[in-house]
Nanobody, 120 residues
Framework: QVQLVESGGGLVQAGGSLRLSCAASGIFNIGNMAWYRQAPGKQRELVAGISSGGTTTYGDSVKGRFTISKDVAKNTVYLQMQMNNLKPEDTAVYYC?????????????WGQGTQVTVSS
């Protein structure tokens, strides 16, 4: 059973830091993993992504402030994102995602989301 479970959200003042974690299990050959976010009234947007080979990509608004990484332990992949110098506009629900291929067909899964609130 595929599971992505996020943790680490919360309330922080502007300029502060948070670290998000996502535990992905039940996936045999994870491909890309990413963090997305969705603020009220806005579309979901890519925050940061990391490929199976470790190549990273960041949204323009978070470059230089956020760092994505991943670790593997036993049968679980841990996706993390260190968020520094947080701004009120970073306030959103953050979602972890992972994709993989089954017989050549792309599949993906999402976590339930974790709220990040940055006060000014």
């Amino acid at each position: 059973q595929v599971q992505l479970v996020e943790s680490g959200g919360g309330l922080v003042q502007a300029g502060g830091s948070l670290r998000l974690s996502c535990a992905a299990s039940g996936i045999f050959n994870i491909g890309n993993m990413a963090w997305y976010r969705q603020a009220p009234g806005k579309q979901r947007e890519l925050v940061a992504g990391i490929s199976s080979g470790g190549t990273t990509t960041y949204g323009d608004s978070v470059k230089g402030r956020f760092t994505i990484s991943k670790d593997v332990a036993k049968n679980t992949v841990y996706l993390q994102m260190q968020m520094n110098n947080l701004k009120p506009e970073d306030t959103a629900v953050y979602y972890c995602s992972a994709d993989w291929r089954t017989w050549g067909r792309r599949e993906d899964s999402w976590g339930q989301g974790t709220q990040v609130t940055v006060s000014s």
